[in-house]
Structure formats: C-alpha cells, structure tokens
T-cell receptor, first 108, second 113 residues
Framework: GQNIDQPTEMTATEGAIVQINCTYQ??????LFWYQQHAGEAPTFLSY????GLEEKGRFSSFLSRSKGYSYLLLKELQMKDSASYLC?????????FGAGTTVTVRA | DAGITQSPRYKITETGRQVTLMCHQT?????MFWYRQDLGHGLRLIYY???????DKGEVPDGYVVSRSKTENFPLTLESATRSQTSVYFC????????????FGPGTRLTVL
C-alpha cells in the first residue's frame, strides 16, 4: 500500500518561493504526480516525475528522489493565483493514492 | 460538451434515500474513477473501472454501487444515504491508467440531512 505525507498548510508572500514536501512509502514505485486544486474546483495536473532529479515547468518545478521516498514541488515568484491546495499522488497499478494535500496561502 | 462532466453539481437529500451521481466523458477513456474529498482526508478512491462492464472497489466502497454499461458513463449510486456520505464527489478518467494524468470532473457537492 501507500503512505503519503505532506504538510497541511503553508503561507508565503507574493513574489517569494515555497517548497512543498511529500514523502511516501510504497510497495512498488511508478512515479509521482502533483496536482493543483483551487478552492471549490477540481484538481488539475501539474507534473509527473518518474526519474530522479528536478523537472522545471515555468515557475513550477518538481523534484524526485526515489531512494529517499521524497518529492517536492517548488513554486517560484509566487502570485496570488497560486493560493490553492497541492496534492501529491502515487500510482498503484492504474489507480492513484493521494496525500491529504497542502494548502498554500499567498499573502500580498 | 467535450471533456468530463458531472451531474448534479449540488444535491441535498435525506438519510435513507437513494441518490445517483452521474459522470460522463467524451474522450473514450478506458479508465474511470470515483473519489470523495473530505477535510483532512484528501481524495479517497471509492470505485474504479478499467473498461465497460469492469469495475472494482477502491479504498472506501461501503454504501456505494457503480455500473459501467457504456465506456462514456460511470454512475455512482448511494443506495441508502447516510450523513457520513456528505462530501464532495469527483469523477475522473484517464486513457491508460495510473501512469497517465487523470482528468477530473467539476465535482458534485452532496449534503445528506
């Protein structure tokens, strides 16, 4: 099974950088997803890491270390619209197991 | 409409009533999923389906029934609603299972009184 942990809440200032950590324990590893979910809306895909290292997509980057069971999502140059929940998820066969999510609040 | 849709978007019902939540996708995705989302628990998988007529239980299936007679539809039925089933329900689909991104519907907010 999967055991996925991420912080519940984080607060940061507009223009700053925030790093959201996710640790997981899984019986078999097939990558790690990050989703973004604004309040009252559906989750939307941000990234998928299957190999170790950092992948950058504009202001968002995602890092994976398979040996440490660890990933992080890095949000740079924070904007007010980045206030949302960020969910990490691990595949298990063709299902996804989600962490409880990290709510990021961006303050002016 | 293209994409994945859910209906109704909001539903209020009473304890003991049967409720069906609808999910429809236009991509012909093989895999479909039902999740519930509650504060402090994140998204929890209720049922999933790999193809028409193939369904299986997820993490929290008790009190729910699903069917999938057509690839594009995946209804979720609460046979006798309970207050603990008050939640936001999301349907999702993907073409090739867990190693591909899932696309989520807009959600149904269900309140059981």
């Amino acid at each position: 099974g999967q055991n996925i942990d991420q912080p519940t809440e984080m607060t940061a200032t507009e223009g700053a950088i925030v790093q959201i950590n996710c640790t997981y324990q899984t019986s078999g590893f097939n990558g790690l997803f990050w989703y973004q979910q604004h309040a009252g809306e559906a989750p939307t895909f941000l990234s998928y890491n299957v190999l170790d290292g950092l992948e950058e997509k504009g202001r968002f980057s995602s890092f994976l270390s398979r040996s440490k069971g660890y990933s992080y999502l890095l949000l740079k140059e924070l904007q007010m619209k980045d206030s949302a929940s960020y969910l990490c998820a691990v595949p298990n066969d063709y299902k996804l197991s989600f962490g409880a999510g990290t709510t990021v609040t961006v303050r002016a | 409409d293209a994409g994945i849709t859910q209906s109704p978007r909001y539903k209020i019902t009473e304890t003991g009533r049967q409720v069906t939540l609808m999910c429809h996708q236009t991509w012909s995705h093989s895999y479909m999923f039902w999740y519930r989302q509650d504060l402090g628990h994140g998204l929890r998988l209720i049922y999933y389906s790999a193809a028409a007529d193939i369904t299986d239980k997820g993490e929290v299936p008790d009190g729910y029934v699903v069917s999938r007679s057509k690839t594009e539809n995946f209804p979720l039925t609460l046979e006798s609603a309970t207050r603990s089933q008050t939640s936001v329900y999301f349907c999702a689909s993907t073409a090739r299972g867990g190693y591909n991104e899932q696309f989520f519907g807009p959600g149904t907010r269900l309140t059981v009184l």
